[in-house]
């Protein structure tokens, strides 16, 4: 990753949010946004990231984790409140992603995806 670029995971519709790491001064920072804002941001001292999002379709609420060791996980930010709209998609889709804001062909490697 290069200086102001964003991976992460997402889950969107309108509203959306997303947890992801962004580039920010050469260091690595966990940021949670929700709905175009960012919520929180912390420097990481790691290689490897691990990510989780849990949504309930009972409470239309998604909450946002991340790991260091795949163990212990922990919940920066806060929660998104889904909505079922038909304006842009049928419901919430989840979503790995990868940009640039300053320069292209970046990229970064994700390992697996799993859905329980």
């Given amino acids: 990753m290069k200086e102001g670029d964003v991976a992460g995971l997402a889950i969107f519709q309108d ?32 290689p490897i990231i691990y990510l989780k999002a849990v949504a309930s379709f009972s409470t239309n609420i998604a909450a946002f984790y991340y790991s260091l060791d795949n163990k212990e996980y922990i919940k920066p930010g806060n929660q998104l409140d889904m909505k079922f709209q038909l304006s842009i998609f049928t419901g919430n889709k989840f979503c790995l992603f990868n940009y640039a804001t300053v320069s292209t062909c970046d990229y970064v490697d994700f390992d697996w995806f799993k859905v329980n």
């Fill in 15 to 46: 509203p959306y949010a997303f947890i992801g790491v962004k580039k920010i001064n050469g260091a690595p920072n966990v940021i949670i946004v929700n709905n175009s804002v960012t919520i929180s941001s912390e420097e990481i001292k790691a």
